[in-house]
């Protein structure tokens, strides 16, 4: 790290200007002749130029060779501006209501925006390196409707984030397809510094080009590359710390004795309604709670003792970009560091992506893509925290001393293993990627692409389980001895992936049509490798390698996959004066992972646009900019279900034996059934939208309703038992509906000097399952999958508070679970049996998310900028359980809320908890409305607030443009759950990794 910062600042202390230079002066003044601030002035083909000051000024040191500079910004017409023989000019800026010439990328190609007639969320790469995450995937939280992203623990590198396209297709794997530069991968396997624009492709109608892979969206990140007649170096740098949002608070150790008590005495008490005894008494306690020595009286936190208040991370990205009319390269290397709050545990990663073309002639270009990505992840807690948290505060963690105290059970508590890293997870991941291409144009409006890539994939993991003694800490003498052995296992992975495409792209236009014709082939194949090792017993355990342990008793394993798709697709636009739109597309795919009939599958899909906004009849309506209507049919493919790269053949098992001649014999026999008539899951997409431009660009609107069916979803499906297997082969025999709509709404202007854009979005989608293949609801816990619901709604009883004495429920006359006392849960009968059974349960909420949405401000004014963020949820349910919900159970801890639940000094039917438990009585445990919470939320999800110099601070050295800022995330949030709970994994307490708050400061320097 410290060479790395020196190799930069040095880098930064070195830089010299390239040629001579020269000066250029100017003013640039808005529509009305007032002067323009914050006006981006750079020269042509390169990133390097300023800004206009307060009075709309600037100054800028250039090339003598430099004859044109472009004058740029937000809702004006890009200018081109002549140099050549001028060193000082005025520049008059014109509103440009729709960026007429924005293109944004689509399958295998880029359109115009305002051509498009498929539903596409474009995203400029700014956006996201703004946010200042560690993952991109974090950064896509609430930049386009209808994309919903959420993180369920906090742990550096790995903060389980999930990202969901128009809601949840199939009850199976429902990841989008991710497209770095055309070659799949995931959104954390880049930079967000990296990424030039990212476009979201949420119809069929934009989607079906990738056929069988499509199904879940497809997000396509295109990397940033050189430009002609630059060399630019940049530097973005951050350092910064992270807070817990949200974690679960202890009770003192008088308390919870206090409480062990009342529970104790609940779980005895007698049919008459008499308490039984105490375990600890009021003396105890009240010793325990005035003593001194809390050597003899722990009060501990086990938590709050090892998850520090602040963790450090620092980010720095390094970017080399050069371009002349031949050759173009752009190269970045990029460092990250990520600190835990617990001993023996950090992230890193590093990152080389370098992007090079060379133009041999107007007919030929090669280009030669390369990505290098390493990550370390050292984790001293990877089995999650939970054992932190469940500790109650009368058992010590560390003496003063500084011995280390023990758990309940005498054993060694989670925070010693942590600080000693006797359970530690070393995983070690490296990613290479190549891309080859040749790109031919043989005549006018022809180009022939060919592109080789590929991908190989190492993750190392290494696990090493340590033991201890422990000691007396007054004496010193052994109180526990580890009757297991030390051991450690590694295990490596290894996929490779070979991707082959090749494109012919056709463009003509004749008057005012316009025509364009993609033809291509994919050939992909992946090979994965498993490899696995593991001993134990170890007299030396500090050499942590596998040829230190025993090797008596050792065991190995390793097997090996494969898989390919090989893909024919096609799509025709059409266009009409950039009027009347058309699109067709299709894709013919066939998998290696489906038997021979099956293989096979074809994805079509059309859609149209209608620009009214250019028609004569609307000439008139001054205010309407530009408005298009478009509506979309089309077929998407899915075989994530299948669960194995063999579903259609039997498993043979060669450790099967059978009887001959009186005598066991070994053999080998089919156990698992698999049927060979299963194919592809597909979705059948309809939209509908309108996009919208009015007022000189000051407001934009884009709306569209869908409507997503998915059926042949790969379901595991009973066969008869005298079949002779136990398994449940996988059958295409479900069906899931989504029905929703996406609505986005941008207003910018300016102000004088005053610069703001406002955009915010709002989406919705309800979610059912219409189909289970004649299967019977599928409970599982709280969770029900049945025809008419959601997917995974939660499903239990209705309960109608507590009972406030026992009298009261020893009368009630619905049987429940158990004898009933005071404080317990009373439930509705449903089907008036006077039992609550089964059939009473019923589906009591949704635990996808509804009407979520984002709101995005950002503003400038005299080189200071603001962005502020906010995201939420309108609607969602989520659900308490575990130890959250009930104190003692499995040894666990009592938590601060745990105080307010209804007992004999305070008979509360509304209490928070029911009446306490150590047995847990199954009547409190069970499924019911009584736990469900409201997971609606709204948090402030990031601010920025930067300064960028004025140019005349710059002037005469080699530093165009330096930008200092200042980033906040998560830092507050509104919400109706309880403490140590996060409304974006509303159905745990945070015991694992709780989400983060991150504060950054960081730079960022042009050259």
């Not at 044109?68 to 937000?74: D, E, N, Q, R």
């Amino acid at each position: 790290m410290k060479n790395f910062m020196v190799f930069v600042f040095g880098l930064l202390l070195c830089t010299t200007v390239w040629a001579q230079q020269r000066t250029i002066t100017g003013m640039v003044s808005d529509e009305g002749g007032q002067p323009l601030p914050g006006v981006n002035v750079t020269v042509e083909g390169t990133t390097v130029g300023t800004v206009t000051g307060p009075d709309g000024t600037f100054t800028l040191q250039v090339n003598e060779n430099i004859a044109t500079l472009l004058v740029s910004f937000i809702g004006y017409k890009t200018q081109e501006v002549d140099i050549s023989s001028s060193s000082n000019i005025n520049v008059q800026m014109e509103l440009d209501a729709i960026g007429i010439e924005e293109v944004v990328a689509v399958g295998y190609g880029i359109q115009k925006k305002v051509n498009l007639t498929g539903s596409i969320a474009a995203v400029q790469g700014e956006k996201l390196s703004e946010k200042s995450v560690v993952q991109t995937s974090q950064a896509l939280q609430g930049i386009a409707a209808g994309v919903t992203v959420t993180s369920d623990n906090g742990k550096p590198g790995s903060e389980g984030t999930t990202v969901r396209i128009r809601g949840i297709g199939t009850l199976n794997d429902n990841d989008p397809l991710v497209l770095i530069d055309g070659v799949a991968s995931s959104l954390d396997a880049i930079d967000p510094n990296d990424i030039a624009d990212m476009s979201i492709l949420k119809d069929a109608a934009s989607a079906a080009i990738y056929g069988s892979r499509a199904a879940n969206g497809v997000i396509l990140i295109t990397t940033r590359r050189g430009k002609s007649g630059e060399m630019v170096v940049s530097y973005n740098g951050s350092v910064g710390f992270t807070t817990p949002i949200t974690y679960p608070v202890n009770a003192s150790a008088w308390d919870y004795m206090t409480l062990y008590d009342e529970a104790n005495g609940n779980d005895l008490r007698t049919d008459d309604g008499v308490p039984g005894g105490v375990i600890y008494g009021t003396d105890k306690i009240n010793t325990w709670k005035n003593a001194t020595d809390r050597d003899a009286y722990p009060n501990s936190d086990m938590f709050k003792e090892t998850y520090a208040d602040k963790a450090a991370q620092t980010k720095h990205f390094l970017n080399f970009s050069m371009g002349t009319d031949k050759l173009k390269s752009n190269t970045s290397i990029n460092y990250t560091y990520q600190d835990a709050h617990y001993p023996n545990s950090n992230y890193n990663r590093y990152g080389v992506r370098s992007n090079n073309s060379y133009k041999m002639n107007d007919f030929v270009e090669f280009g030669v893509d390369l990505s290098i990505r390493k990550t370390l992840d050292q984790d001293a807690a990877h089995s999650g925290l939970d054992q932190l948290m469940r500790q109650p505060a009368l058992y010590p963690t560390r003496f003063s001393n500084g011995v280390w105290g023990y758990n309940y059970n005498g054993d060694p508590h989670e925070m010693m293993r942590i600080f000693e890293g006797l359970n530690m997870r070393y995983e070690t991941w490296y990613e290479t990627l190549a891309k080859l291409s040749a790109i031919i144009t043989p005549v006018r409006g022809l180009r022939i692409n060919f592109s080789y890539a590929p991908k190989l994939n190492t993750a190392d993991i290494k696990t090493v389980n340590k033991t201890t003694n422990l000691y007396d800490y007054q004496t010193g003498e052994v109180t526990y001895t580890p009757t297991g052995m030390a051991n450690m296992s590694e295990t490596r992975n290894t996929t490779k992936e070979d991707d082959v495409n090749i494109l012919i792209n056709y463009d003509k236009s004749l008057g005012s049509h316009d025509l364009s014709v993609l033809g291509g082939f994919q050939y992909l194949t992946n090979d994965y490798n498993h490899l696995n090792a593991y001993r134990q017993g170890n007299d030396f355990q500090k050499f942590e390698e596998l040829n230190s342990y025993n090797p008596v008793g050792q065991t190995n394993a390793g097997y090996s996959t494969e898989w390919a798709l090989m893909s024919y697709f096609g799509r025709v636009n059409y266009s009409f004066n950039s009027k009347y739109l058309l699109e067709a597309n299709v894709r013919y795919d066939g998998s290696s992972r489906f038997a021979s009939g099956y293989k096979w599958g074809v994805f079509p899909s059309f859609s149209a646009g209608w620009r009214f906004s250019e028609e004569a009849f609307m000439e008139n309506i001054k205010w309407l900019d530009n408005a298009k209507l478009r509506a979309s049919w089309g077929e998407l493919g899915n075989q994530s279900g299948l669960g194995s790269n063999y579903p259609f053949a039997l498993t043979i098992a060669t450790d099967q034996y059978a009887v001959f001649g009186d005598q066991l014999n070994p053999g080998y026999a089919p156990v698992d059934y698999a049927l060979n008539d299963i194919t592809w899951e597909t979705t059948r997409m309809l939209d509908f939208g309108i996009d919208f431009t009015i007022l000189g660009g000051k407001l934009d609107a884009t709306f569209d309703w869908y409507k997503k069916d998915t059926r042949d979803i790969l379901l595991s499906m009973p066969i008869p038992s005298v079949m002779g297997y136990a398994n449940s082969p996988k059958q295409n025999a479900g069906a899931v509906e989504n029905i929703g709509w996406d609505l986005s709404l941008s207003h910018a202007n300016t102000v004088g000097k005053f610069y703001y854009k406002i955009t915010g979005i709002l989406s919705d989608v309800k979610n059912k399952i219409t189909d289970m293949g004649g299967l019977n609801p599928q409970v599982d816990g709280i969770y029900v999958k049945q025809v008419g619901d959601p997917i995974n709604a939660l499903y239990g009883y209705q309960a109608d508070g507590l009972f406030s004495s026992f009298e009261e429920a020893r009368a009630y006359p619905i049987t429940q679970w158990g004898k009933l006392q005071g404080g317990d849960i009373r439930y509705i009968d449903q089907d008036g049996d006077d039992t609550m059974t089964g059939d009473d349960r019923f589906v009591i909420g949704n635990p996808i998310p509804r009407w979520t949405y984002s709101l995005n401000i950002d503003a400038e004014y005299q080189g200071f900028d603001l962005a502020l963020f906010f995201q939420g949820v309108g609607k969602r349910d989520g659900y308490i359980s575990g130890w959250y919900a009930y104190p003692f159970s499995n040894a666990s801890t009592v938590l601060e809320q745990h105080l307010d639940r209804w007992y004999e000094g305070n008979p509360n039917p509304n209490a928070a908890f029911p009446r306490l438990s150590i047995n847990q009585h199954s009547n409190n445990t069970q499924p019911s409305t009584f736990w469900q919470v409201s997971a609606a939320y709204l948090r402030l999800k990031n601010v920025q607030l930067g300064y960028t110099l004025p140019a005349s601070l710059l002037k005469g050295n080699a530093i165009s443009n330096i930008r200092i800022y200042t980033s906040a995330s998560n830092l507050f949030t509104i919400s109706d759950l309880p403490i140590g709970m996060d409304p974006e994994s509303p159905f745990s307490v945070q015991r694992s990794y709780p989400l983060i708050s991150t504060y950054v400061f960081g730079v960022q320097v042009k050259f």
